[in-house]
Nanobody, 121 residues
Framework: LQLVELGGGLVQPGGSLKLSCAAS????????IGWFRQAPGKAREEVSC????????IYADSVKGRFTVSRDNAKRTAYLQMNSLKPEDTAVYYC???????????????WGQGTQVTVSS
């Protein structure tokens, strides 16, 4: 399974971006997709996760109410809609896959290369 993140860029505070995580290889149906981010000098942190069936979603407290995770298994793509962006959301964002349910980040088997999100005026 290979993952590619798309959609990063520069946005002003209060703006929106939608990240995509496109999968190639085996079907995405059996994988939970996690979104993570890493800011310079900081540890990588989990932002959100969606289970393989889409019935469970998880959000970090820092993004609740602003970010929405979703998936379209037919398109082999997961999404992270990010609204009301803040400068502290600036980071490299990664998607990752693990079987079925959301888990700790050390348990994800497949990772994308990351996409830069910069929130600045």
């Amino acid at each position: 399974l290979q993952l590619v993140e798309l959609g990063g860029g520069l946005v002003q505070p209060g703006g929106s971006l939608k990240l995509s995580c496109a999968a190639s290889g085996p079907t995405l149906d059996y994988y939970a997709i996690g979104w993570f981010r890493q800011a310079p000098g900081k540890a990588r942190e989990e932002v959100s996760c969606i289970s393989s069936g889409g019935d469970t979603t998880i959000y970090a407290d820092s993004v609740k109410g602003r970010f929405t995770v979703s998936r379209d298994n037919a398109k082999r793509t997961a999404y992270l809609q990010m609204n009301s962006l803040k400068p502290e959301d600036t980071a490299v964002y990664y998607c990752a896959a693990t079987y079925y349910r959301c888990k700790g980040q050390d348990e994800y088997d497949y990772w994308g290369q990351g996409t830069q999100v910069t929130v600045s005026s």
